[in-house]
């Protein structure tokens, strides 16, 4: 990133960037699924033996044929680079739990992840964004430290309790909330309908995941602010003769975001990670929820295709979130 030059528009700046970092990220997804491939490698059993363990028992000769089938007669270098060469052709294999195709299997189970990823990120940076500035304009106040003790409660608390104390209260005790689920079974609500369902299907597992990520933009939007009104732009701006208040919304929170969408491009990973909790939870049926079944399953041409399809959607936020830079801070250019 540089000073940006005056010549040139910024849609073709910003499409040849997004062209560049996707190509520079093929290599790295395929060291990150080659990874993936050797670890679930190291676990005992395959699939082979979960089948014949729930059949009861299998002879020799069973056993033979299904690893010939799943193509783990194979020695593991051959498996791998097999893997690899459907993976450069888009092919993420066949489940056998399943007995369908796992693309298929992924983009029926992807539309909800994203849905719960995406209004979880946008919950807790928006909110945590605006809380963090709150408590740094009142430094040491009461509204400083009851953030500060509320970001370390949420921080402190395990996502799956919270997710459990919510079901308890909001849905048990008082009923307000369904307590799993994406929408109501047999309720077959078209149209605005199918939407209210979601979304309160979808309030307590957002509000659960939130809660953990709400402290940690909290805490640092408000170093970050308090860490600005030091700068000398600040000093020069009061000079000049604007107020507290225009100095923030001008100045000091465009500025202070910055490391905020940091921190938010860096967690997407870990979004997904309590992303299967919390679906795991709720009974979300998204892809959290399919890993952990084919986890247990040893479906591992399924697992390893939620893995892919994770780790691509990692690198498409990193992504967005440079280029999200170049709309908060107009010097920087992408490059």
């Known amino acids: 990133m540089s000073a940006r030059p005056k010549n040139g528009t910024d849609w073709s700046r ?14 790295t997804v395929l060291v990150i699924v080659a990874l993936n491939f050797m670890l679930l490698q190291l676990a005992p ?3 082979a033996d979960v089948l014949a363990g729930e059949a009861g028992s299998a002879t020799p000769e069973f056993m033979a044929q299904l690893r010939q089938k799943f193509g783990l007669d194979q020695s593991v270098v051959m498996q791998l680079l097999l ?29 909800p992840t994203l849905l719960l990823m995406l209004t979880v990120f946008t919950l807790s940076v928006a909110t945590g964004a605006a809380l963090g500035s709150l408590a740094a304009r009142n430094l040491n106040r009461w509204q400083d430290n009851m953030i500060s003790m509320l970001t370390v409660l949420t921080y402190a608390t395990p996502v ?26 047999a309720a077959f609500h078209e149209g605005a309908a199918k939407l209210r369902d979601i979304a309160h299907h979808l309030v307590l597992p957002a509000v659960t995941l939130t809660m953990f990520y709400l402290a940690l933009y ?11 009104f030091s700068m000398d732009y600040v000093v020069t701006a009061r000079a000049k003769g604007l107020t507290e208040r225009q100095i923030a919304r001008r100045h000091v929170l465009r500025n202070a975001l ?45 697992l ?14 990193n992504l967005l979130v440079d280029l999200g830079y170049s709309l908060l801070d107009p010097r920087i250019e992408l490059r």
């Open 14 to 27: 910003s499409v040849g960037y997004s062209l560049y970092r996707l190509a520079q990220a093929v290599p």
């Open 45 to 47: 059993g395959d699939a």
């Open 83 to 111: 893997y690899m060469k459907n993976i450069v052709c888009f092919d993420l294999g066949f489940s056998f739990r399943h007995n369908m195709p796992v693309a298929q299997l992924i983009l029926g189970r992807l539309g």
């Open 160 to 185: 799956f309790w919270a997710g459990l104390m919510l079901i308890v209260v909001f849905s048990i005790k008082l009923g307000w909330f369904p307590t799993s689920g994406m929408t109501q079974v």
């Open 218 to 228: 909290t805490r640092l939007m408000r170093a970050s602010v308090l860490e600005q």
């Open 258 to 302: 910055l490391p905020v969408v940091t921190m938010a491009g860096v967690q997407a990973g870990a979004l997904l990670g309590g992303a299967v909790v919390v679906e795991t939870v709720f009974a979300w049926p998204g892809l959290g929820l399919l890993a952990y079944e084919s986890l247990f399953a040893r479906d591992l041409n399924l």
């Open 304 to 317: 390893l295709g939620i893995f892919f399809i994770s780790t691509c959607l990692v690198v498409l936020v």
